[in-house]
């Protein structure tokens, strides 16, 4: 099944506490990025990536890191999460860069105390 | 840059009836406007879109209308279903070489049976 696979569904964890949000895809998109939902804001891009090795900023994407070294993996990482990062996280996926459908994953729930 | 508004934040309907939604966006070289459905617990999944050279797009019972020149884009579902419950989303792309897509803030939508 064509699908983007995120995990955990549920993170709780401490103010300072590196962690790591994975993402895979098993359609062979160029195209991943990640983006986060909060109530009355919409989905904010953090980060994307156009090909393996190739990352670029998205509009939030400050607290953030992200990789990509093989096509099908785009981990999120936050070396030191902070309370105002507790979000919902969503990792996506296309074929091509543009006017291309995204594929969601099923989302990340992430509180930081 | 691109900024897209979303109306309303909240509607409730009967089973049967229409619902529309319907957004604004503000960069008139914008070209692809998706709208993306979102049930709990689930990550947004495309339902339908439209390009800047076609007008409306029909799809069974949800159509999509763009007006270029008012930079406003609407989606409409007609004989609604209790299935139809959800939040919805509106997009438009920018047209720089990040391809980023600009989300609305959503609909949640409820259809009452």
């Known amino acids: 099944e064509a699908q983007v696979t995120q995990n955990p569904r549920y993170l709780i964890t401490v103010t300072g506490k590196k962690l790591t949000v994975t993402c895979s895809q098993n359609m062979n998109h160029e195209y991943m990025s990640w983006y986060r939902q909060d109530p009355g804001l919409g989905l904010r891009q953090i980060y994307y990536s156009m090909n393996v090795e190739v990352t670029d900023k998205g509009d939030v994407p400050e607290g953030y890191k992200v990789s990509r070294k093989e096509k099908r993996n785009f981990p999120l990482i936050l070396e030191s999460p902070s309370p105002n990062q507790t979000s919902l996280y969503f990792c996506a996926s296309s074929l091509y860069r543009t006017h291309s459908p995204l594929h969601f994953g099923n989302g990340t729930r992430l509180t930081v105390t | 840059g691109e900024n897209v508004e979303q109306h309303p934040s909240t509607l409730s309907v009967q089973e049967g009836d229409s619902a529309v939604i319907k957004c604004t966006y503000s960069?008139?070289?914008?070209?692809?406007f998706p709208w993306y459905k979102q049930e709990l617990g689930k990550g947004p999944q495309l339902i339908i879109d439209i390009r800047s050279n076609v007008g409306e797009k029909k799809d069974q019972r949800i159509a999509v209308t763009l007006n270029k020149t008012a930079k406003h884009f609407s989606l409409h579902i007609t004989e609604t279903q209790p299935e139809d419950s959800a939040v919805y989303f509106c997009?438009?792309?920018?047209?720089?070489?990040?391809?980023?897509?600009?989300f609305g803030s959503g609909t949640r939508l409820l259809v009452r049976p």
């Open positions: 997009a438009a792309s920018t047209v720089d070489s990040s391809y980023k897509l600009i």
């Open positions: 960069d008139s070289a914008s070209n692809y």
